[in-house]
């Protein structure tokens, strides 16, 4: 079965700076898709970036940015430039094709003014 | 596009009585849709899935008679939680296949259920 960890329950940035986000997960399968969502405090889940696996090139989204590493199972999120507003909890989720996603236990992500 | 609305937003119920909360997407066809139920701090986790015209499957441990989930339309899916508990008040999030082609599933807002 597949497993996603996010070992970073909370995590905090100066406004302006960059931050990553750190998730892993585990699969035997080799044709996949990760994302990462954004849930604010009205709890809207939304999507921040989405990456396909068969795709060597990492996902970018304006500030986003992930650093894919199939090998090592890694998908890791970084925001550039912090804004107020990405704070938020984040989950990396895993998709397999059956379409169910597989989900991180999630970030919090504090951004300090 | 590929908007996903829940209805209610919020909805306070008398322990023992049932409660309906409705799930539809607005411009597509959604032929599977998913409900989640999230503790305070938590992850999203899958209760069931559920295909227009069959029934749901549900994950190991969800109550399917607690749970009643009807997918009668490619655009509604709906869950029952019958002879609500305390223990039953949550936060339920649906969320929709997306249309043909897409890879995402798209969330409703959620609902905010509270048994007294």
């Known amino acids: 079965a597949q497993t996603v960890t996010q070992s970073q329950p909370e995590m905090s940035v100066q406004e302006a700076e960059t931050v990553t986000l750190s998730c892993t997960y585990d699969?035997?399968?080799?044709?996949?898709?990760l994302f990462w969502y954004k849930q604010p405090p009205s709890r809207q889940m939304i999507l921040v970036i989405r990456?396909?696996?068969?795709k060597q090139q990492n996902a970018t989204e304006n500030r986003f940015s992930v650093n894919f590493q199939k090998a090592a199972k890694s998908f890791s999120l970084k925001i550039s430039d912090s804004q107020l507003g990405d704070a938020a909890m984040y989950f990396c989720?895993?998709?397999?094709?059956?379409?169910?996603?597989?989900w991180g236990a999630g970030t919090k992500l504090i951004i300090k003014p | 596009g590929a908007v996903v609305s829940q209805h209610p937003s919020r909805v306070i119920c008398k322990s023992g009585t049932s409660v309906k909360i409705e799930c539809r997407s607005l411009?597509?066809?959604?032929?599977?849709m998913f409900w989640y139920r999230q503790f305070p701090k938590q992850s999203l986790m899958l209760m069931a899935t559920?295909?227009?015209?069959?029934?749901?499957?549900?994950e190991q441990g969800v109550e399917k008679d607690k749970f009643l989930i009807n997918h009668a339309s490619l655009t509604l899916s709906t869950l029952t939680v019958t002879s609500a508990h305390p223990e039953d008040s949550s936060f339920y999030i649906c969320?929709?296949?997306?249309?043909?082609?897409?890879?995402?599933?798209?969330f409703g807002p959620g609902t905010r259920l509270t048994v007294t």
């Open positions: 969320s929709a296949r997306g249309p043909s082609g897409s890879y995402e599933q798209y």
């Open positions: 411009d597509f066809q959604a032929t599977t």
């Open positions: 559920s295909n227009e015209g069959s029934k749901a499957t549900y």
């Open positions: 699969t035997s399968e080799s044709d996949y898709y």
């Open positions: 990456q396909e696996a068969y």
């Open positions: 989720a895993y998709r397999s094709w059956i379409y169910q996603l597989i």
